[in-house]
Each structure stands twice: as C-alpha cells, then as structure tokens.
C-alpha cells in the first residue's frame, strides 16, 4: 500500500486468498486512485511466471517470508521468480530472520506466551502462544501455534496452526542471488543497511539485473 500510495503500480503475489482479501480491503479503504494500482495475484510464488510477461523496477520478499519455503530448492526457486519478472536494472530485495545461538536454544519445544492483544476486527481478546522445535540437521523449524480467544468467563474458542521454516543464511541467500542471474550489490545486516555483522538479527539482500 505505501508503494502504491506513492504512485507506482504494485503487483501482488500471495498463495493465502484471506491475505489478498486483506490487501483488497486496504486498496478499497485508501480510495479509487490507489486501488487502481494495485493488481493482485492468487499463486505459489515457487515457479511463478506472470502471464503478462510484465517486468518490474523492484521486486521484494519482504517480512522473513522466504524463511516459510519449506527447503532449499523452493527459497532458490524464489529468487529465480523475482529474477524473471524484473526488467534490467531492476532491483530485487528479500530480508531474513538470522537467529543467534540464544534463539536456537529456546526452540526446544517449550510453550513461550507470545501476546496477548485485542483484534481490531472482532474486538475480541486473543492470546497467541506458540512452540518451536530447532531441527539442525536440515536447519528447519517446526511451529505450533495456539491462539485462543474468549468474553470473560465464557469457555474459550481455540485453534491451532502448524508451520514449517528453513533458516537462510546471509551467504546461502547472496547465493542464490547469484545462482538467479542477479549481481548482489548488498547484503545488509538490517532494514537501516547497516553492515551486516556479529549480532545482525537478519539480512537483508539488494540484487540487481543486469
């Protein structure tokens, strides 16, 4: 919404029908103009070639959201569908969650209280806690995800969301850059581009096409 807002056409790609229906009611609420920009596309990221050939000026996976590719070929295969849909010189951007020795430690499985916050749509309390389980061997996460909503003193509603993450390393990520045909201009260690180092809580990948 914000690129649209500041006049350029956006395309959106996302495999969650509920998510574009989010991005639909954001364009309708900001009015005509900006939701005339916006064009949005229900498909798999993995594999993606837009049928109107159009190229783009930037193209970004932003949010850890490479990190919900389940393997190591589908997070390369995403960097070879931003490759394809940019024009020369254009720029591609994805940003990863790098997690330290502390945060692998507390992956054990143990039940963590992540929030508790009021739903803007419903005006109902919710309560998020979430289990995570650090696989090394194929640097995979697995989530279990519990939210629970209910009035006071009325029986509680509660669902459950599992979830499987690859960790991406910051030269795992320049790689598959490069392996996409991209020239790696900057691998940052966050979203203010400052050098990426010990401590960098993620990286964040500027490439462009030649």
């Known amino acids: 919404m914000p690129i649209a807002r500041a006049g350029q056409d956006v395309t959106g790609v996302d495999v969650d029908p509920a998510m574009l229906d989010r991005a639909r009611a954001a364009a309708d609420a900001a009015g005509p103009d900006i939701a005339s920009r916006l064009t949005l596309v229900e498909a798999d990221l993995v594999?993606?070639?837009l049928p109107d050939g159009q190229r783009y000026g930037l193209g970004f996976i932003g949010l850890n959201t490479i990190l919900a590719l389940r393997t190591r070929h589908a997070q390369r295969e995403a960097l070879e569908t931003l490759a394809a849909h940019l024009r020369p010189g254009g720029l591609a951007v994805v940003d990863a969650w790098q997690p330290d020795a502390d945060d692998l430690a507390r992956f054990d499985g143990r039940l963590i209280l992540e929030w508790a916050r009021r739903d803007p749509a419903s005006g109902e309390?919710?309560?998020k806690?979430?289990?995570a389980e650090h696989d090394a061997a194929t640097q995979t996460v697995r989530l279990?995800?519990?939210y629970?909503?209910?009035e006071p003193g009325a029986a509680p509603r509660r669902w459950l969301r599992a979830d499987?993450?690859?960790l991406l390393s910051a030269d795992e990520?320049?790689?598959f850059a490069e392996d996409a045909g991209l020239a790696?201009?900057?691998v940052a260690g966050g979203y203010d581009l400052a050098p990426l180092g010990p401590g960098s809580d993620r990286a964040v990948l500027i490439a462009v096409r030649a």
């Open 164 to 166: 499987t993450m690859r």
């Open 125 to 127: 309390e919710v309560t």
């Open 148 to 150: 629970e909503t209910a």
């Open 129 to 131: 806690i979430a289990s």
């Open 184 to 186: 790696v201009e900057l």
């Open 173 to 175: 990520l320049a790689a």
């Open 144 to 146: 279990t995800t519990m």
């Open 47 to 49: 594999g993606l070639r």
